[in-house]
Nanobody, 123 residues
């Protein structure tokens, strides 16, 4: 089970931190990631982090604005979002995958999903 939280309404230029807490099993050996889905659009890759936290990956659209991190002791992954833009408005989902291939960013490749948390950025 993955439980995402931390979404909300924020003005453009603001910040939010999303959290994804795992329960029922440990995901410390899994890569973790964030996807988002804006109204009327498909689910897109945002960011991923290796099981150890030593490698991180970002979509071009969020590079240098978002930071992914994880705390395996707490079984939690975070997404720190700064300089938010209206186009960042979406439902954000956390996900887990046993082996992440950086060149494969299809949401269908991921094994476990959280329920999503809504981020709304006003202009």
């Amino acid at each position: 089970q993955l439980q995402a939280s931390g979404g909300g309404l924020v003005q453009a230029g603001g910040s939010l931190r999303l959290s994804c807490a795992a329960s029922g099993r440990t995901f410390s050996s899994y890569s973790m990631g964030w996807f988002r889905q804006a109204p009327g659009k498909g689910r897109e890759f945002v960011s991923a982090i290796s099981w150890s936290g030593s490698s991180t990956f970002y979509a071009d659209s969020v590079e240098r604005r978002f930071t992914i991190s994880r705390d395996n002791a707490l079984n939690t992954v975070y997404l720190q979002m700064t300089s938010l833009k209206p186009e960042d408005t979406a439902v954000y989902y956390c996900a887990a995958i046993r082996i992440f291939t950086p060149g494969d960013r299809r949401w269908s490749s991921w094994d476990y999903w959280g329920q999503g948390t809504l981020v709304t950025v006003s202009s």
